[in-house]
């Protein structure tokens, strides 16, 4: 008799982590109350490589970018007007000559490069989306 509830027991814990592995996964919840714009992420994505290179800068090493920086200018933005104003644009051409000046950096200029690029995502953001100053700041 106590062999066949330890035998219950087992079935029934088998069966509720069977049913725990098969339970739909929840979708993350969009970071911005309006919703998540191309843009958005893909600033996302730039924070995540930036972080992933100066950890990889600390340990003399040079990584290259996981994204395409030219998508900046035709990624929808979540407020349109601020991404195809006159600003955004010189803001976005410092960036990408920031991170072709990355890319082509001698192993000895690497850490200038990176902050340099880093310090064009600043300016930028102090001027036009000053909300994620805090996390790029981060970068440094």
Do not use: W
Request: with cysteine; proline share 6%; hydrophobic share 40%.
């Amino acid at each position: 008799m106590k062999s066949l509830s330890y035998l219950f027991l087992i079935a029934l814990v088998v069966g509720m982590l069977s049913c725990m592995s098969d339970a739909p996964k929840q979708a993350k919840k969009p970071l911005n109350p309006n919703g998540d714009s191309e843009l958005a992420l893909l600033m996302r994505e730039m924070f995540d490589n930036g972080m992933e290179i100066k950890k990889r800068i600390a340990q003399g090493e040079k990584l290259t970018l996981s994204f395409d920086p030219n998508h900046i200018f035709t990624a929808q933005a979540t407020e349109p007007d601020k991404a195809a104003s006159e600003a955004y644009r010189n803001f976005g051409e410092s960036y990408i000559a920031a991170v072709e000046a990355y890319k082509n950096a001698e192993p000895e200029n690497v850490s200038e490069a990176y902050e340099i690029m880093v310090n064009t995502c600043m300016n930028c953001h102090r001027s036009l989306c000053p909300g994620p100053t805090v996390r790029i700041a981060k970068l440094y």
